[in-house]
């Protein structure tokens, strides 16, 4: 799978998404491109954007900016956007790549503790 992370994301995370081929928005040359311009350009050569933008969803119409692609958005939700608050997720990252449809947000969290 084709992976874009989102300029919002530590470029050292790439290297920890196995199995698959991923490239960050300052690579691209993409940096400062505003989401709905940058949702097309990645549906032209990805598979899923990676971001913590949980809103991004919401703020434009996927199906629109996605149709006929395969592109689908992945929003990580982490204390912060460091990588040791990042790796936690890595293994739900990978399961959302593996079931991510077109045009589909989801958003990958830690399960909530209990106050037991």
């Known amino acids: 799978m084709r992976v ?3 300029e919002c994301l530590p470029r050292k995370l790439k290297q920890e998404i196995a199995g698959h081929t991923v490239s960050t928005v300052p690579e691209m040359g993409w940096a400062g491109t505003r989401n709905g311009q940058l949702l097309r350009l990645a549906a032209a050569e990805f598979d899923a954007f990676v971001t913590l ?3 991004i969803r919401f703020q ?3 199906a629109s900016l996605t149709r006929g692609t395969s592109l689908g958005i992945v ?3 982490a204390r912060s956007n460091r990588l040791r608050d990042l ?3 890595l293994p739900l990252l990978h399961e959302a790549l593996a079931q991510l449809k077109p045009s589909e ?3 990958v969290a830690l399960p909530e503790r209990s106050a037991t």
């Open 87 to 89: 790796v936690p997720l």
């Open 105 to 107: 947000a989801v958003v």
């Open 53 to 55: 933008d949980k809103g």
């Open 4 to 6: 874009l992370l989102d």
């Open 60 to 62: 434009q119409n996927l």
């Open 75 to 77: 929003s990580l939700s």
